[in-house]
Structure formats: C-alpha cells, structure tokens
C-alpha cells in the first residue's frame, strides 16, 4: 500500500521550499521506509536554491537527518524495522572498488546521487500528484517519512538523542575529517578553518582533537567567532587578509601547516589567499562547495612548487560513513565531541524557508528540522 507524506520541495531556482503532499511507493529489495525524527539544515541544500548545484526538479530537499525504520523491502539486513538509523548522503554498497579499499566516501553509488530512480532498482518510487520527484542526494530528508537504499543507512545505538544522530551524518563528519584525515593535523600544528558554518565549526573540533597547538578560526560574522572559541579555536579573524597580519608574528613565521576552506560557497579567487596562509609544505584542503560550473582556480604556481604546498579536495570529510558516524557519536558519548551546542535553533517542517533565512544571516551553527 503506498503511503503519502508532508515534504518541502523545491520546484524552480531561486524559490522557496513549498511543503507538497508526496506518495510513496512501497519498499522494493534493498530499500527502506524510514520514519524522519530530524533533519540538518545544510549549506549544501541552499546551493540548489540559489542555483550553484543545478538539480533536477522538483527536488525534496535535505540530505542531513536521523528516523526509525518502519518498514524493509525484501534483502534489507543491514538494518530492521524499529532500529535507529542515521542517514549517510554518502551512500556504501561494501563492494565496489572504493568502498572495498577502505573508500566508502567514494562509493560508485554515488554517481546515482541525483537520479530520478530509486538507487536500488531505478523505479520513479516519490510523486507529487502524477509527477515524479528527485530526492536530494536519494534521501531527501525534509519529509516526514523517506523511501531510500539500504547503502543510504547507518544504524546507531537507540539510546542516542536523535538530533545529533542528524548531524553527525553530514556536517560534523565532513568537518571534523577534513581536519583529521583529510588535512592530517598532527600534535603540535598550526590549523586555520576559514569559514566557520556547520561544516567549519566541526573542521575546528577536528584540529583540536587532533592536537593542533593553535586552531585559528576566519569568519566575519562575530557570533561565530565567538562559538569557534567554545568549540577549540585558540585565536579568531574576521578575514584572511587580518589573519594574514597576525599569523606570521603568531607562529613564529611558520604560517599554517593545515588549512581548510569551509566558506559557504568557495570560488577559485580564494584559493591563493588561503595558500598564503598555508605554511613550506603545508596542506590545503577544500571542503566547501563551488558553483558546479566554476573551473577557474587562481593560484601562484611558482609558489605553489617552490613552497612544496599540497591543495585537496574532500567528500565527507574522506571517512567511511560506516566506521565514523558511530565513532564520533561514541566520542559524544564519553564527552570528547560537542554536538547538543552546535544546534542553535529548531523548526518545524513548515519553517523550513525561516530556517535557510537565518542561515543567510548567519544566525545559525546549525538549524534542524524537528518532526513531531
Ligand atoms: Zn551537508
Ligand atoms: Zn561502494
């Protein structure tokens, strides 16, 4: 029996999320039903609003969230009905060549992110009326209850709260591994975060838990500078070009081994600067997102060689969602991991567009969406 439910969804560039009534096929082999408890209220979800992500249309949004499992199709035995599961964007089917070498963030499932198809069998599962509906990166979490892979779950411990199962499942993890794996702070190193959203903000937990002896935290906004020094960061700035006044008498002239780029939008004009900031053989890692179409970088590459200066990309911080969503609930656990502090506000579904407006004043670390 399909069901129907409540999801917000985009239907044109630049417009608001509309809450739309959306049927549901039954779970088919390899899927799962998932009740929604809460969902992350990302950057990346703005970037198909504003049009820097071009999707296909209508989209139910989001792809940060936490639920319980109502129902599996047949097959389904990596979670059941009743368990708690966290939602992984990054999806892993534990066989392809990626995810067998320790490389699930990199999972070839991935190239089926933003098909119309379910990623088990490719059937047109979600309608709004007769049309069919795109899932953000197949989950879509602002919807009460979401049909999606198994590949797209991770199950989690049932006495976790679930609104920070909801966030370790994008932001955190990608922010936390971009400083950790990613960028490979070790004890003793100079770390700058430059910009401090959702993503930044954990990029600074990840330094810290790393060892960095001075975590410097950029954004122009001074509530999140503020939050950054509750977070780990050891010296704020409100730009690169203040920082680039300071951090050399700072470090005693080393300059920054690890960088990370977290800004809300990253554009190829802010890759020098960041490199300038990067210390003789230091590491930059680019975390954030740019406009899907931008291939322009500008950097000085005489520089670039003569410094031995190393730029990365990462997804999901480059860990496995299976192995690190458990982990950095299990170091919430045992207090090593802010989560409950990074929530700073909460919505209903049908506050979704009040949400993404506060983002864009930079009210929010992170906002969720709460299902009642
Ligand atoms: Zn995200
Ligand atoms: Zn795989």
Redesign the pocket.
């Known amino acids: 029996m399909p069901i129907t439910t409540r999801a917000a969804v985009l239907w044109g560039v630049g417009e608001d999320w509309k809450i739309e009534e959306v049927t549901l096929d039954d779970p088919r082999a390899g899927d799962v039903l998932v009740k929604m408890a809460y969902a992350?209220m990302?950057?990346?979800?703005e970037h198909a609003v504003t049009g820097d992500l071009p999707l296909g249309l209508p989209v139910i949004g989001g792809?940060?969230g936490s639920g319980v499992v109502e129902a599996v199709g047949e097959g389904v035995t990596s979670v059941a009905v009743g368990d708690h599961v966290s939602m992984s964007?990054i999806p892993s089917c534990g066989r392809c060549k990626w995810c067998s070498t320790g490389r699930q963030y990199i999972c070839d499932e991935g190239a089926k992110l933003f098909d119309l198809g379910m990623m088990s069998d490719g059937r047109e599962a979600h309608k709004i009326g007769d049309q069919a509906a795109f899932r953000y990166a197949q989950v879509g979490t602002f919807s009460e209850r979401i049909l999606v892979s198994e590949n797209s779950l991770v199950r989690v411990e049932p006495d976790l709260p679930l609104d920070v199962v909801a966030l370790v499942s994008?932001?955190v993890a990608?922010g936390f591994g971009s400083a950790t794996e990613r960028a490979g702070t070790k004890p003793g190193d100079n770390v700058a975060v430059i910009g401090i959203g959702?993503i930044g903000i954990n990029a600074v937990q990840g330094a810290r838990a790393a060892g960095a002896k001075r975590v410097i935290a950029i954004d122009p906004i001074e509530f999140k500078r503020e939050q950054a020094m509750q977070f780990g960061a050891t010296h704020t700035y409100s730009s690169v070009e203040e920082a680039m006044l300071a951090v050399p008498d700072l470090t005693w002239g080393d300059m920054c081994d690890r960088v990370i780029l977290s800004t809300g939008v990253v554009h190829g004009d802010m890759i020098d600067p960041a490199l300038n900031l990067t210390s003789k053989g230091g590491t930059l890692v680019v975390t954030g997102l740019a406009p899907m179409l931008e291939s322009d970088a500008q950097m000085n590459l005489f520089m670039f060689s003569m410094m031995n200066k190393e730029v990365k990309g990462t997804v999901f911080g480059s860990t496995n969602p299976r192995a690190q969503i458990p982990n950095l609930l299990s170091m919430y656990r045992e207090g090593e991991l802010k989560l409950d502090e990074l929530i700073t506000n909460r919505y209903s579904l049908d506050d979704v567009n009040q949400g993404y407006a506060d983002m864009r004043e930079g009210k929010n670390l992170r906002g969720v969406v709460e299902f009642a």
């Open positions: 992350g990302c950057h990346s979800d792809h940060e964007f994008c932001g990608t959702g």
